[in-house]
């Protein structure tokens, strides 16, 4: 595929200019304000607290694509840290089973909810609504409703650095490139783009709908099942109370940038520019001091701003 | 999805089961048994949760009847169980309030119904008849006069509160910032919300020690799962031998953290105290004997030197 194809497919890059501009724009009013946002170990921060939004915003890019939604993503994160959690005790199993256990029971809530979605002719919204409760209870069943604790340091480990940079991020980094690659080269990424933007053009050029969603729910799961590790190894303890309304944010960074709710439209480069944006107003606010009230009210503002001014550029 | 009769069937179905599985539990009660209602706060949050199984425990041993529900911190859901309370016809209605003013319905409703509410844990704006818990102001004096203790009244403090709004966190801010206004030397630096959260608590502390490293040398935290994010981002910056970090609740991991030499310190808050006392006020309340209006539950500072006799708890 040519690259001017590959940049149509992604909507083009003019789409991303107005993120990228507000990008710059925070980043360099936070660089002048602030003496410690532009430093080294300060940026490394902001990547480290990024990635697990990124890791699920990128899943939940694939799913947006074909026009669905996944509110099951929070729920689902707990449940996969308490699952992993609950297998890495000191000295039980080795390092891959706990991470294998997390991985395996994002996958299945993710394919569970594409099986409802596309067998079920239920409403994603409806599905992922219900698997949101449903983990939710899970996590908490089989955690008995304390935080999983001892896991072994082999683990947790995984939260820390390699070199300067945080294995968090590349983990992101790893799944953002890969699905950056899928999407634009495999025959199967574009099948998502044609589900979402068209469905029944798709089904008549011989593309298996049910096939394409059950992939892009069940790849979501997976990764979020990814973010859920990320997220035990980071706090230490699986917790069946964590990751409440990360759909939240990670769909937010995913609509910022310029993935369509309605499906068709979009890609991870935009979700990747989304994602830094949340992380470095998040990061931002807490460096400036802002009052927790001040916090929420400016995020929120900032979001659909940052979201009006990239729509209204891709017009004109 | 189409509404086919054996869809809608079905559908019927499940919601029968559901409701006949539901009313099990409503069986005819034995004269002088008492019925009373339990609203937790949230069953997900260890401390509440611990606050429940508590009071379950003294009901059954006191062989009180208990419709337990759980609020999921949600007042207005809340208001709806005291709702339903009062159409069970319940003797007493205990609450674990969610909010400070948005839970306040829920005890006016049941005062009008002239059951007797008691609250559990935390405080409401409307009174209710009876308040069994332990004063969150104290927790927050005890903390910071820690605090205090630790840097010789002279040093840079952070906080980390609460859901802002929730009566433990008001409380406990007061009672810190009445101890910061005794001492000139000690300056609370900055004080931002991690909403009860580990993960938000990591995150903050990071971006702390991105603002003002070595600038700061102690950090209390409304809660000990986030005094518990604190000290993990201080661990891994390595810079927690320069800070104190002190939480509230006494959970599990924070005492063996204490133990561990790893946490300075915790203060305990007494769940099982707390829920004990509020059944046996019930009771006396159900059987019109006297009963006092304010049951409190002291708090205690848990440190390493005396971290074992909590651990056994």
């Known amino acids: 595929m040519t690259l001017a194809r590959r940049f149509i497919l992604d909507r083009n890059l003019v789409h991303r200019f107005g993120i990228v501009a507000v990008l710059l724009l925070i980043s360099g009013l936070l660089a002048a304000t602030t003496d410690s946002f532009a430093t080294a170990s300060n940026l490394t921060n902001v990547a480290r607290q990024v990635s697990i939004n990124g890791i699920l915003a990128v899943g939940v890019t694939f799913v947006l694509l074909t026009g669905g939604v996944d509110l099951s993503l929070g729920s689902v994160v707990a449940l996969s840290g308490v699952v992993c959690a609950l297998f890495a005790h000191p000295g039980e199993h080795a390092l891959l089973v706990p991470i294998g256990m997390g991985l395996l029971t994002g996958g299945l809530c993710g394919l569970l909810n594409g099986v409802l979605v596309t067998r079920g002719g239920i409403a994603p919204f409806i599905v992922t609504l219900g698997m949101m409760t449903v983990a939710r209870g899970l996590a908490l069943i089989l955690s008995g409703g304390k935080p999983v604790a001892d896991m072994t340091p082999a683990l947790t480990d995984l939260a820390g650095d390699v070199g300067p940079l945080p294995i968090p991020l590349l983990c992101f980094a790893l799944v953002a490139l890969v699905s950056w690659v899928f999407l634009g080269r495999f025959r199967l990424g574009r099948h998502l783009y044609a589900v979402g933007g068209n469905e029944p053009a798709a089904r008549a050029a011989g593309v298996s709908v049910p096939k394409v969603k059950l992939f892009a729910y069940g790849l979501c799961g997976l990764l979020t099942g990814l973010a859920g590790v990320v997220l035990a190894a980071r706090i230490t303890t699986g917790q069946p109370n964590a990751g409440q309304a990360y759909e939240l944010d990670a769909i937010a960074a995913v609509v910022i940038g310029g993935t369509s709710l309605s499906g068709g439209v979009g890609g991870v480069l935009g979700t990747i520019l989304g994602v830094l944006l949340i992380g470095i107003i998040n990061n931002g606010l807490d460096l400036l001091s802002v009052s927790s009230y001040y916090q929420a009210v400016i995020k929120g503002v900032i979001i659909v701003g940052a979201v009006w001014l990239d729509r209204r550029q891709a017009r004109s | ?313």
């Open chain 2, 1 to 313: 999805m189409r509404l086919t009769p054996r869809i809608a069937l079905g559908t019927l179905g499940l919601v029968a089961t559901v409701l006949v599985t539901a009313c099990k539990k409503a069986e005819p009660r034995k004269p002088g048994e008492w019925l009373v209602g339990y609203s937790s706060r949230d069953q997900s949050a260890e401390y509440t949760a611990r606050l429940g199984d508590a009071v379950q425990a003294r009901a059954k041993e006191r062989g009180v009847k208990l419709v337990f529900v759980d609020a999921q911190a949600d007042a207005q859901k809340q208001i709806s169980q005291a709702e339903n309370f009062i159409s069970q016809k319940v003797d007493v209605i205990i609450l674990n309030p969610c909010e400070v003013e948005a839970s306040s319905p829920a005890i006016d409703r049941a005062r009008a119904a002239k059951i007797p509410v008691i609250n559990v844990n935390s405080l409401t704006k409307a009174a209710p008849d009876c308040y069994v818990g332990s004063d969150d102001e104290q927790a927050g004096i005890l903390a910071m006069e820690a605090i205090a203790k630790k840097l010789g009244g002279q040093g840079n403090v952070l906080m980390i509160h609460g859901i802002m709004g929730q009566s433990a966190q008001i409380h406990r801010d007061a009672g810190a910032r009445k101890v910061l206004a005794k001492y000139p030397g000690l300056k609370l630096l900055d004080a931002q919300t991690a909403s009860w959260d580990r993960a938000k608590a990591l995150a903050l502390t990071e971006n702390w020690i991105q603002a003002h490293k070595g600038k700061f040398q102690a950090i209390f935290a409304h809660n000990d799962e986030m005094a518990m994010g604190a000290l993990l981002a201080l661990e891994r910056a390595g810079l927690k031998k320069d800070v104190y970090v002190i939480g509230v609740d006494a959970i599990a991991q924070a005492l063996d953290a204490v133990k561990a030499g790893r946490l300075d310190a915790t203060v305990f808050q007494d769940a099982v105290g707390q829920g004990r006392g509020a059944v046996d006020a019930a009771i006396l309340m159900a059987s019109k004997q006297p009963f006092e209006k304010e049951v409190m539950i002291p708090f205690q500072v848990v440190t390493r030197e005396n971290v074992d006799a909590f651990l056994k708890k």
